[in-house]
């Protein structure tokens, strides 16, 4: 069997087909959606993969990343198993593939260790509420992993644990293995500012069950918080918020469960910190 793992594992999570084989049968050339030929368990897409007979190697010869755009496939195999032509929809394999369909390719069959780590960062937008001006605390989780490096190193800046300041801050990380192959990712921290928060806390109280009273002043202090604020008027908007928590506090148990107070609460302290009320 051909569609297996350096390890000698079966190839799973997808179809291994089309093969193309060297004149001495040593290698053998197909393309596969199975999730362990591929460094970082694949991404659902068919790739090129070359299989050493005499070592048991498995080599991907491309990585793609857009499910159902990044095909390659149907490779043939030159008769000393050097070079491989295949087709293939994934744009980034050269530079300048912009006609946005399928195209022919030749590349060479080299053993050495020249496939870069698998880099997995967050999908989407990392999102997380400011706890002062300074912004927020944000962690995350970035790993790789890689053909034939068991631990490559990834480094991102900034790195996971720093503070974060309002607003969109992209990260970058790069994956490097023991051959010095590099991958780069990177994604978005948002951290939620005063604007943002105050509409969360908005919502909650337009949405979640309370006394009919209890929900129209609620609104109004959000209302006179917001006007203060488009003028300025910080201090002002501070001692509103601070209105806002001594009602709901009165009122828990009362016009609104214990469980809504206590998370209307956390939630406009939260607010007066960002917005540097003080104590």
Same mark, same amino acid.
């Given at each position: 069997? =051909?569609? /297996?793992?350096?390890?000698?594992?079966?190839?799973?999570? #997808?179809?291994?087909?089309?093969?193309?084989?060297?004149?001495? #049968?040593?290698?053998?050339?197909?393309?596969?959606?199975?999730? %362990?030929?591929?460094?970082?368990?694949?991404?659902?897409?068919?790739?090129?993969?070359? +299989?050493? !007979?005499?070592?048991?190697?498995?080599?991907?010869?491309?990585?793609?990343?857009?499910?159902?755009?990044?095909?390659?496939?149907?490779?043939?195999?030159?008769?000393? !198993?050097?070079?491989?032509? +295949?087709?293939?929809? %994934?744009?980034?394999?050269?530079?300048?593939?912009?006609? !946005?369909?399928?195209?022919?390719?030749? =590349? =060479?069959?080299? *053993?050495?260790?020249? $496939?870069?780590?698998?880099?997995?960062?967050?999908?989407?937008?990392?999102?997380?509420?400011?706890?002062?001006? =300074?912004?927020?605390?944000?962690?995350?989780?970035?790993?790789?992993?890689? /053909?034939?490096?068991?631990?490559?190193?990834?480094?991102?800046?900034?790195?996971?644990?720093?503070? +974060?300041?309002?607003?969109?801050?992209?990260?970058?990380?790069?994956?490097?293995?023991?051959?010095?192959?590099?991958? /780069? !990712?990177?994604?978005? $921290?948002? $951290?939620?500012?005063?604007?943002?928060?105050?509409?969360?806390?908005? *919502?909650?109280?337009?949405?979640?069950?309370?006394?009919?009273?209890?929900?129209?002043?609620?609104?109004?202090?959000?209302?006179?918080?917001?006007?203060?604020?488009?003028?300025?008027?910080?201090?002002?908007?501070? %001692?509103?918020?601070?209105?806002?928590? %001594?009602?709901?506090?009165?009122?828990?148990?009362?016009?609104?469960?214990?469980?809504?107070?206590?998370?209307?609460?956390?939630?406009?302290?939260?607010?007066?910190?960002?917005?540097?009320?003080?104590?």
């Amino acid at each position: 069997m =051909a569609s /297996i793992t350096a390890a000698g594992e079966q190839a799973y999570g #997808g179809e291994s087909a089309g093969p193309s084989i060297s004149a001495d #049968g040593r290698y053998v050339a197909f393309h596969s959606s199975a999730g %362990n030929l591929s460094p970082g368990g694949g991404f659902g897409t068919a790739d090129i993969v070359v +299989f050493d !007979g005499e070592t048991n190697r498995t080599k991907p010869l491309t990585l793609g990343r857009d499910f159902g755009e990044d095909e390659s496939v149907f490779p043939s195999l030159t008769s000393d !198993g050097t070079q491989v032509a +295949f087709t293939s929809r %994934n744009n980034d394999l050269v530079t300048g593939d912009t006609n !946005g369909v399928a195209d022919v390719f030749l =590349a =060479a069959v080299t *053993w050495g260790d020249d $496939v870069p780590p698998a880099l997995d960062v967050p999908q989407g937008s990392i999102v997380q509420p400011a706890e002062s001006p =300074a912004g927020a605390v944000v962690t995350y989780e970035v790993t790789a992993s890689d /053909i034939d490096d068991p631990n490559p190193t990834v480094s991102c800046v900034p790195p996971s644990g720093s503070v +974060f300041p309002i607003g969109d801050t992209t990260v970058t990380c790069t994956a490097t293995d023991a051959s010095g192959n590099s991958a /780069i !990712g990177t994604f978005v $921290v948002h $951290v939620q500012g005063v604007a943002e928060q105050l509409d969360e806390l908005q *919502w909650m109280v337009d949405t979640f069950d309370m006394d009919a009273d209890v929900r129209e002043g609620l609104q109004a202090k959000l209302a006179a918080i917001r006007t203060a604020l488009a003028k300025q008027r910080a201090a002002t908007a501070c %001692n509103v918020l601070r209105g806002f928590v %001594n009602q709901v506090t009165d009122e828990s148990g009362q016009g609104l469960t214990v469980d809504l107070a206590a998370v209307l609460v956390e939630r406009a302290n939260r607010i007066r910190s960002v917005a540097g009320c003080g104590s």
